[in-house]
């Protein structure tokens, strides 16, 4: 008569669907009840597991209660579903089924696995946080025991491997046993056998007892190439993230399907954890992806897009959000079912090449969580252009740095701080530039590799007027990393003061292909460069795409008065004076640096024009 589902959202339906509505206390109750050895439970007991957190008097009181609401919530049915006596609870198996039978269901060992697969990649009562540590406890213990029951399961069904969707349904089982341990070796090997072997050789000991990642990379000679790494003591997280297409396309399922090559081709290393497909679907649909991935303590994520110019991949680092690699592969219809697998290894080495690059950073990152987390803190506030954010944004870096005091992000972050604010309020304070110059240099004094501590002066050079030294600075940084999407957006935004807006808007541009779903900063750089180009209805189209346009009501407000349209212009000019009342023409371009002349009198036109 009643189903109760454990697996995702916890609850309880008739055999209709419709939903019974019972406390989550109640509905945890029947999962403990129902995955135990006896049908009946103590309420001393129940009362222990339900609420150790309060007094065992005022517990048993709640056990109480709570019969009681089932009850009247009930109309009469829990009567059919428990039987309450004074001192025990007991659960009629007769009239109420459960996801977890299918752990003891009879069926063959392939669709024993693909049941046991499918059920557990769900995760086990996934929408509720613990109350109590013997809540707590006890998930953790049934989940140990699904992912036990899920190895076993696997090895069972290993005889008929040869059977047709076998390959499948072996690999998704093995993928979900691999994320929650990597170090299962048995596992491994069997899905490196069953894709076919790799180009990723299998991690070997050295004679001195220390361990290296054998990389082959395939060429004339045949030879292969070692990189010596010593081993992390704490696996990095990746998610190959499936891809994306903004038509439907039929290449999409087989783009897919390259991604989970990919993914089964990196589960050769013993380097990297890599998150399971059906998590990674779950992450591409959560709207919330950034707060989802630092959930699940994860490192990098592999992004794809499918488009008809092919298969977009780009490898980021969460902690910095950093573009550390991307690269677009052919993907032609009549083409692709013959490449796909010459395309899986070409990606699979570079996405492992990467990592490989980056541990280092990685590393030095988790050996300081607290400031990480602090840091992270910090980069999310700054994602808004607004002074509240901006200084929230300061005391969070800050804090970071009372954790490590050499923490070069966070001088980074505090620098972005210094110049944003000097940007937002237009007041030309330069005691917030020489506070960003001086935070910049100790970021690039502790870490002169990092693309960021450049990428900082840069743009602390430009608005204090030194156009030669910014454009400098952001060469250096573009060329330490080629792919940093904040970095390129930078540059190009130095490049519109050095009077070559037609670079600066091509620069841009490819910023923005890099990051598509971009951040305000980048489209309102765009805007800009476009001004100075004349394409002054363009100007317009980046700055209504910007979900805050506070920074960019002056230039639209500019793009408007030169096309004429004077409403457009009154419009946005009143909100710039709402934001700043007190800003003013001369004095602001007066302190806003651009290398040649014309570009000064062009923005003074367009401002005079909309009323300023």
């Known amino acids: 008569m009643f189903h109760l589902q454990t697996f995702g959202d916890l609850r309880l339906t008739e055999t209709n669907g419709e939903p019974v509505r019972y406390p989550i206390k109640g509905l945890l109750m029947m999962a403990h009840i129902y995955a135990g050895a006896s049908d009946e439970i103590s309420r001393y007991e129940l009362a222990q597991f339900l609420w150790s957190d309060v007094e065992p008097e005022l517990g048993r009181l709640n056990l109480r209660k709570m019969l009681s609401r089932i009850r009247e919530m009930d109309g009469g049915r829990a009567e059919i579903v428990f039987d309450f006596t ?5 659960l009629n198996r007769q009239v109420v089924s459960c996801d977890l039978d299918v752990f003891k269901a009879a069926a063959s060992p392939l669709d024993r696995l693909h049941a046991i697969a499918e059920l557990t ?22 989940r140990d025991a699904h992912a036990l029951q899920l190895r076993q399961a696997l090895l069972e069904v290993l005889p008929d491997v040869q059977r047709p969707g076998a390959a499948r349904i ?23 056998q069953l894709s076919g072997g790799s180009l990723i ?34 696996l990095p997280r990746l998610v190959l993230l499936p891809p994306t297409s903004k038509h439907a396309d039929a290449g999409l399922a ?12 990196l589960c050769a290393l013993r380097n990297i954890s890599i998150v399971a497909p059906h998590t990674a679907g779950q992450i591409r649909r959560d709207s919330e992806k950034a707060a989802v991935v630092a959930r699940h303590s994860i490192a990098y994520l592999l992004d794809t897009r499918l488009s008809e110019e092919g298969l977009f991949a780009q490898l980021i680092y969460f902690p910095t959000d950093e573009i550390i690699w991307a690269n677009r592969f052919a993907m032609t219809r009549d083409t692709l079912p013959r490449q796909r697998r010459l395309i899986a290894q070409q990606l699979t080495l570079s996405v492992a090449n990467e990592l490989a690059e980056n541990e280092e950073e990685r590393l030095r990152f988790e050996a300081n969580p607290q400031a990480y987390h602090s840091y992270l803190v910090g980069s999310s506030l700054m994602s808004k252009l607004t002074l509240p954010h901006i200084r929230r944004a300061r005391k969070a870096f800050k804090q970071s740095l009372s954790h490590k005091p050499d ?34 240099l100790r970021a690039i004094e502790r870490d002169p590799t990092s693309a960021a501590g450049h990428r900082e002066l840069g743009v602390t050079k430009l608005y204090l ?41 091509a620069k841009i541009r490819k910023a923005i292909s890099l990051n598509p779903i971009a951040p305000d900063a980048y489209l309102w750089c765009a805007a800009g460069a476009s001004f100075f180009l004349e394409q002054y209805e363009e100007a317009i189209a980046y700055v209504e795409a910007m979900k805050d346009k ?24 009143q909100r710039a004076e709402s934001i700043n009342p007190v800003f003013d023409v001369e004095k602001w371009l007066a302190i806003v640096p651009f290398k040649e002349h014309w570009q000064k009198e062009l923005y003074r036109e367009g401002l005079l024009k909309a009323g300023f």
């Not at 087989?254 to 081709?265: F, K, Q, R, S």
């Not at 792919?483 to 930078?490: G, P």
């Open 170 to 192: 072996i690999s998704s089982a093995a993928l979900q046993i691999l994320e929650r341990n990597p170090k299962d070796e048995q596992v491994r090997a069997l899905l490196h």
């Open 86 to 90: 004074a001192t025990t609870v007991r």
């Open 121 to 142: 990649q769900r995760g086990f009562i996934g929408n509720i946080k613990p109350a109590t540590k013997p809540i707590d406890a006890w998930i953790r213990t049934q």
């Open 254 to 265: 087989l783009a897919n399907a390259l991604i989970e090559d990919v993914t089964i081709e």
């Open 407 to 440: 923490f070069s992000p966070s001088f980074t972050g505090l620098a972005r701080t210094f110049t944003s604010e000097w940007l937002v309020t237009a007041q030309g304070n330069n005691e917030l530039l020489h506070l960003a110059e001086q935070h910049a």
């Open 201 to 234: 050789g299998e991690r070997l000991p050295n004679d001195d007892g220390q361990t290296r990642v054998e990389v082959k990379r395939p060429d004339p000679g045949g030879q292969s190439t070692e990189i010596e790494r010593p081993a992390p003591l704490i």
């Open 550 to 573: 506070a920074p960019a009501h002056r230039i639209a407000a500019a793009s408007c008065a030169m096309i004429g349209d004077r409403k457009r212009a009154l419009s946005h000019r």
């Open 465 to 505: 007027g030194d156009v030669d030294a910014s454009v400098a600075a952001l060469d250096l940084a573009e060329e330490l990393s080629p792919h940093f999407a904040d970095v390129i957006y930078s540059h190009a935004d130095t490049l519109v003061h050095a009077s070559r807006p037609g670079d600066a808007l």
